[in-house]
């Protein structure tokens, strides 16, 4: 029932920026915490950014906290990944997450939908 669509992923240098935007289906996105995940190949999924519901409650990882901002937009069904000072080690498929409570979690087992992810790949 819920589709999420991410996009703005691409091929930078090591230092640029890139901004990503995950755009949602449905009339209760306002009621869903949010996530943004990312897969390199040969690692597991692992969650880099949440935010609550109503934006209260924000998580980053340590590898991305001071580079990444997370920010939502309810009123036009989207959440957006700012990503700053880009590293080769951020390169990966980063997908946008939705869970049906209002909190986030931290495990991939907290989140019910999923986008189908966008491919970030950053050169040194």
């Known amino acids: 029932q819920v589709q999420l669509v991410e996009s703005g992923g691409g091929l930078v240098q090591a230092g640029a920026s890139l901004r990503l935007s995950c755009a949602a289906s449905?009339?209760?996105?306002?009621?869903?915490?949010m996530g943004w995940f990312r897969q390199a190949p040969g690692k597991e999924r692992e969650l880099v950014a949440a935010i609550s519901a109503s934006a209260v409650s924000i998580y980053y990882a340590d590898s991305v906290k001071g580079r990444f901002t997370i920010s939502r937009d309810n009123a036009k069904n989207t959440v957006a990944l700012q990503m700053n000072s880009l590293k080769p080690e951020d390169t990966a498929v980063y997908s946008c997450?939705?869970?049906?409570?209002?909190?986030?979690?931290?495990?991939?087992?907290?989140?019910?939908?999923w986008g189908q992810g966008t491919q970030v790949t950053v050169s040194s």
């Open positions: 997450a939705a869970s049906l409570r209002r909190n986030y979690g931290l495990s991939v087992y907290d989140y019910n939908y």
């Open positions: 449905g009339r209760t996105f306002s009621n869903y915490a």
